[in-house]
């Protein structure tokens, strides 16, 4: 179980599966029915419940903002925010938590199971698991220090998972600009929305395994072997030798790692940005467009907190037009 999960007594699951009665059927997915106020009838303590839940678990734990906040970003770049994350491997799908971005990397579901269970305790089959991931986003990015914005909900939740598109379509961190805009781009977001919602690298962690080539690569170049980053490379050479120590931890905002503020924009600035692709987003020669993006959000907080809002709203709108259901539990389709 994630560290830090869980300051409030677990409802008993089954019972609430008991009283799971409503009708979860298949339905159609339209974008355009996302709206405020979705559950405001069939379940008006759901943002509550959420919030609650996650103020408790981010107290014990702040790790648990980043995992849910990135939960919810590899959730949308697979078939649309459908949950399909979620979704555990059974004898009859293959989910997605195998792909090569997300095993050993996400972290989160218990937290996200604990969500559900509350949710489900309250209204039975009603609020769907992408949705939960979509507030509980957000959530997680206020009780950091970040900006609020109203969620759109109705999401549905798949029955399938595509372990394929996580592979091609979830960016890596060894990942060029060009690439890294052309995978935004293909999900709808632009440039701008790229480095706005890359500036939640303002929170959490990255393992050695994703920073090893970038720290016995070009670090020493962008960040123009600066006394300052000098020390900060040993450090992190340190954390992440040459051999060995892949699951080793560093923070991606190493001045104010559980802060969500603009100081990650700073350190692509300096040329320390841990991940080759962050630091792509300022220093890349085809970077002139996010160059910019990156000096405004660390000269006008305000501007990032804004921009950060809005495009998580556009990332959390690409729904799966296949359409769904409400899962009972998000690891599992209904049966
Ligand atoms: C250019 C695109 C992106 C790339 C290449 C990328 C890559 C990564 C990598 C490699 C890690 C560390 C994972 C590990 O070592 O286990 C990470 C962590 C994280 N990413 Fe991204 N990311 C991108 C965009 C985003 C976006 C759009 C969001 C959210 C809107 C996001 C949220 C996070 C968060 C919160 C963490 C910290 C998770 C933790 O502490 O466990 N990332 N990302």
């Known amino acids: 179980m994630a560290k830090g999960v869980g300051c409030s007594t677990p409802l008993p699951f089954v019972m609430a599966l008991v009283l799971a009665t409503a009708a979860i059927t298949s339905l159609a997915q339209d974008p355009s029915q996302l ?64 792909a090569d ?6 972290q989160g579901f218990e937290l996200v199971d604990k969500i559900k269970e509350k949710l489900e305790a309250e209204c039975p089959g009603v609020v769907s698991c992408a949705d939960l991931l979509a507030v509980a986003a957000r959530d997680a990015t206020i009780l950091v220090g970040g900006p609020y914005w109203d969620v759109p909900v109705g999401r549905l939740d798949s029955k399938t998972a595509s372990l394929d598109q996580a592979n091609s379509d979830i960016p890596t961190p060894q990942q060029g600009l060009a690439t890294l805009i052309t995978k935004f781009s293909a999900k709808g977001l632009s440039p701008t929305d790229m480095v706005a919602l890359v500036g939640s690298h303002t929170i959490g962690m990255s393992r050695c395994v994703n920073f090893r080539d970038r720290i016995y690569g070009d670090f020493q170049l962008t960040s123009k072997s ?46 320390t940005g841990l991940l080759n692709s962050d630091q792509e987003m300022y220093s ?44 009972k539990n998000c690891r599992f389709a209904n049966a």
């Open 284 to 327: 890349s020669l085809l970077g002139f467009e996010t160059s910019h993006i990156v000096e405004k959000y660390w000269a006008e907080s305000i501007s990032f907190f804004k921009d950060f809002s809005d495009s998580m709203v556009r990332m959390g709108n690409i729904t799966n037009p296949a359409g769904g259901e409400v899962r």
């Open 35 to 98: 709206s405020l106020g979705y559950y405001s009838k069939t379940c008006p303590t759901a943002e509550q419940i959420v919030r609650t839940e996650m103020e408790c678990a981010v107290k014990a734990n702040p790790r648990n903002a980043a995992f849910i906040i990135r939960l919810h970003f590899h959730d949308c770049f697979v078939q649309g925010c459908d949950g399909s994350v979620l979704l555990d491997d059974t004898a009859t799908l293959i989910g997605e938590k195998q």
């Open 226 to 271: 600066e006394a300052s980053a000098q020390v900060y490379l040993s450090k992190l050479k340190e954390t992440c030798p040459t051999d060995g120590g892949d699951d080793n931890v560093s923070p991606m905002d190493y001045t104010s790692p559980t802060v969500f503020d603009n100081a990650f924009f700073e350190t692509l600035i300096q040329g």
């Open 101 to 106: 971005q997300n095993v050993n990397s996400l």
